[in-house]
Antibody
């Protein structure tokens, strides 16, 4: 059974940093692209970052230069290093696996809440 | 960045009725469009990909159509568990983007 379990969320002050982790199991982690997607309370979904199997990374303009996605295949883990956090980064952050051949996330974790507030 | 606009924002229907949800892209995304369902407190669930292909385990009452800039998700006969928020999403260009969602509520 495919499982994705996020951790590392919490309360952080504006300008602070946080690292999210996603533990993957039930599939060959190294063979799949992985994504982070966030959702503000009562809001829609926003792509935060993506990483390919070769380590290529992608970011939207809203987080580029502040967030870093990386993976440790030996640990079946995905990470999101978030620096210079802003109030607008407050959201539930989901880790998601991209379906082979399509790139669309087919499995999602339960999410971890990040709150940026003083 | 490709903007996806979903309509209507809210759709009020009864179980057994047919639901038609629309998604329009600001530029062509070919057939690189997916649909997700999200219920309160849950992660999104992939329903359709490549505009018209059902994801694993998705019932046949769900169907998708369209290409280019105009897409439709149809639920042929609503079941009680279908009332949720639905999002379209494009993977044609990075950054991938989602529509703002259509809330399907019980009338």
């Amino acid at each position: 059974e495919v499982q994705l379990v996020e951790s590392g969320g919490g309360l952080v002050q504006p300008g602070g940093s946080l690292r999210l982790s996603c533990a993957a199991s039930g599939f060959t982690f190294s063979s799949y692209d992985m994504h982070w997607v966030r959702q503000g309370t009562g809001k829609g979904l926003e792509w935060v970052s993506a990483i390919g199997t070769a380590g290529d990374t992608y970011y939207p303009g809203s987080v580029k230069g502040r967030f870093t996605i990386f993976r440790e295949n030996a640990k079946n883990s995905l990470y999101l290093q978030m620096n210079s956090l802003r109030a607008g980064d407050t959201a539930v952050y989901y880790c998601a696996r991209a379906a082979a051949g399509t790139g669309n996330p087919d499995y999602w974790g339960q999410g971890t809440l990040v709150t940026v507030s003083s | 960045e490709i903007v996806l606009t979903q309509s209507p924002a809210t759709l009020s229907l009864s179980p057994g009725e047919r639901a038609t949800l629309s998604c329009r892209a600001s530029q062509s995304v070919s057939s690189d469009l997916a649909w997700y369902q999200q219920k309160p407190g849950q992660a999104p669930r992939l329903l359709m990909y490549d505009a018209s292909k059902r994801a694993t385990g998705i019932p046949a009452r769900f169907s998708g159509s369209g290409s280019g800039t105009d897409f439709t998700l149809t639920i042929s006969s609503l079941e009680p568990e279908d009332f949720a928020v639905y999002y379209c999403q494009q993977r044609s260009n990075w950054p991938y983007t989602f529509g703002q969602g259509t809330k399907l509520e019980i009338k």
